[in-house]
């Protein structure tokens, strides 16, 4: 028998919904990690249904689109509330798709006042007078800005989307917040009496979540980071909603392969401390013009050796690589060279996969044609362990760039075999 579906998820990236399930599935809803919007007849056999889109740097009427596809899925398969999740530096550039998205679920579910919060805590991304911190900076001044295809250059998230948004754009300060979920429920009710159609919402600690969450018990709209889901739950579980379900996660025993196609310094600290195998950085330039191929790669791998090849390069590296060649051929041309890899890998005997950066991770995913994951342990905060539903037994973890600690390929791999 079906378990009910409760939430419905739509995520901007993989490794963004991959960081959502996380957080759900540690607050014991069971919940599955879709790839795209699944067709008509496919199972859903969850409490927490996530679509992950690969949706946040294409154009804003095409991100619009597949989620309202996404949405009427999870409409049609019964879910009653609805979570639009987006990355907690909020990776948006000025005419970017953020604030669209969430209009159009909006308007789609006839709903306003909707919360946006980014905020995560636990990783050092809070929100205070609307502003996105990354732990005491701004983050426009904490490099994390700096991102190759959604640079967020402002950290007031009510001016970035007052620019990007048809409707008003509301906030509730932390004092409002501090003051516990009654106080947030008022706000938000006098926030759709002013039709105020997006809503910032400050968050320092994570208790500020799990009022705001408790707050959005009878919200159809939610959106955020997935910090944002720590306290929807426990809505669900007061209302004895919640059935109580196992992890379905198969860990994997077999060859193991890392492929980083992140720039951000997190992920850089993490390839520099890998020391269980050999490295492999690719020559973009190469990868560009063709002369190095995924075969070149391949027979550089060392049988029962967990090989990392990369393209992480330094802001200044990228920046120059886009003025010779033009940001998008770049990211094309390293997106598809990991994907074609992925391929070879998995075919070659490969049942492990780790993959750093969202856009790599989609690359990927989607080369690789996995429809749907199971979600295991956390291996890293934002980062669980995943394994395949479907033909292909694979276990692998997707890591947002700027998530995990130094030695997390290390971690990865022995929470991917057990």
């Known amino acids: 028998m079906n378990k009910q579906l409760l939430l419905g998820c739509i995520a901007d990236d993989f490794t963004g919904a991959s960081d959502l399930a996380n957080t759900l599935a540690r607050e014991h809803m069971r919940t599955t990690q879709y790839i795209d919007v699944p067709d008509d007849q496919q ?10 889109l690969k949706s946040r740097s294409i154009d804003a009427d095409d991100a619009i689109e597949q989620s309202l596809n996404a949405l009427r899925w999870l409409m049609a398969k019964g879910a009653k509330q609805f979570l639009f999740k987006y990355c907690s530096t909020f ?12 209009e159009a679920l909006a308007k789609e579910l006839s709903t306003n006042a909707v ?24 983050l426009n001044e904490s490099g994390l800005q700096n991102h190759p ?64 969450g408790e707050a959005c018990a009878d919200a159809k ?34 060859q193991a392969a890392i492929l980083s196609g992140s720039c951000s310094e997190a992920t850089r600290a993490q390839i520099k401390t890998y020391a269980d195998g050999p490295l492999i950085e690719l020559n973009v330039a190469a990868v560009i013009d063709g002369s190095c191929t995924t075969e070149s ?39 598809s060279f990991f994907g074609k890899l992925a391929i070879e890998l ?15 991770s989609g690359a990927v995913i989607s080369a690789l044609e996995l429809n749907a994951f199971n979600i295991g342990p956390e291996i890293d905060p934002g980062v669980p362990a995943l394994s395949t ?30």
């Open 149 to 212: 295809l959604n640079p967020m250059t402002d950290a007031d998230i009510r001016r970035w989307l007052a620019a990007q948004s048809n409707t008003a754009v509301g906030h509730i300060p932390q004092a409002i917040v501090s003051e516990g979920s009654d106080a947030i429920h008022y706000a938000l009710t006098q926030a759709a009496e002013r039709n105020e159609g997006l809503v910032v919402v400050d968050a320092t600690v994570d208790q500020d979540l799990r009022s705001i």
């Open 346 to 360: 998995v075919a070659s005997g490969t049942t492990r996969l780790i993959v750093a950066g969202g856009e790599t």
């Open 115 to 138: 919360v946006v919060c980014p905020a995560f805590p636990t990783t050092g991304r809070t929100v205070y007078q609307g502003h996105l911190f990354v732990f005491d900076k701004l």
């Open 43 to 52: 199972d859903c056999d969850c409490e927490a249904a996530i679509i992950a």
């Open 221 to 254: 709209l939610i959106t955020g980071g997935s910090g944002i889901a720590l306290g929807l739950p426990d809505n669900f579980k007061k209302r004895g909603q919640l059935t109580a379900g196992s992890s379905s996660f198969e860990p994997q025993q077999g």
């Open 297 to 335: 790669i391949m027979k550089q791998l060392q049988a029962g050796q967990t090989t990392l090849v990369y393209s992480s390069a330094d802001p200044d590296t990228v920046k120059q690589l886009q003025t010779a060649h033009g940001a998008e051929t770049v990211a094309h041309a390293i997106e």
């Open 389 to 418: 539903i479907g033909k292909k037994s694979l276990a692998v973890a997707l890591k947002s760039g700027n998530f995990g600690s130094e030695d997390f390929f290390s971690k990865a791999l022995k929470m991917l075999s057990t």
């Open 91 to 102: 990776d948006s550039t000025l005419s970017g798709n953020i604030g669209p998205v969430a």
